[in-house]
């Protein structure tokens, strides 16, 4: 099990941007953000592992980008250009070993999860 805890989750307006964080207790080979909108369920954000693979989903590809400093474990989101349609309670997830890459953003594929940090996009 890994222990996982996010931070920087906050409010901001539209077009503006935001870092999230996420401090893991240990390394694990496969980390993964995830997302639950209001009253929807909850989906996958972005994807990397320790091979040097990212995925991201298709509403956030060019927007978004996932990255991990090796010396500390902390999995970073750098949010850019964000919409009021990313307003999402975000969650980081860890999976210890390989997934393939249709299931890297499928949250039944991970074991570890962080509590979450909310983000507001709004006007």
């Known amino acids: 099990q890994v222990h996982l805890m996010e931070s920087g989750g906050g409010s901001v307006q539209p077009g503006g941007s935001l870092r999230l964080s996420c401090a893991a207790s240990?390394?694990?080979?496969?980390m993964a953000w995830f997302r639950r909108p209001p009253g929807k369920e909850r989906e996958g954000v972005a994807a990397?592992?320790?091979?040097?693979?990212?995925t991201y989903a298709d509403s956030v590809d060019g927007r978004f980008t996932i990255s991990q400093d090796n010396a500390t474990t902390t999995l970073y989101l750098q949010m850019n250009i964000l919409k009021p349609e990313d307003t999402a309670m975000y969650y980081c997830?860890?999976?210890?070993?390989?997934?393939?890459?249709?299931?890297?953003?499928?949250?039944?594929?991970?074991?570890?999860w962080g509590q979450g940090t909310q983000v507001t996009v709004s006007s």
């Open positions: 990397m592992n320790a091979g040097g693979r990212f």
């Open positions: 240990k390394y694990a080979y496969t």
């Open positions: 997830a860890a999976q210890e070993g390989y997934l393939p890459p249709l299931g890297r953003l499928r949250s039944d594929n991970y074991q570890s």
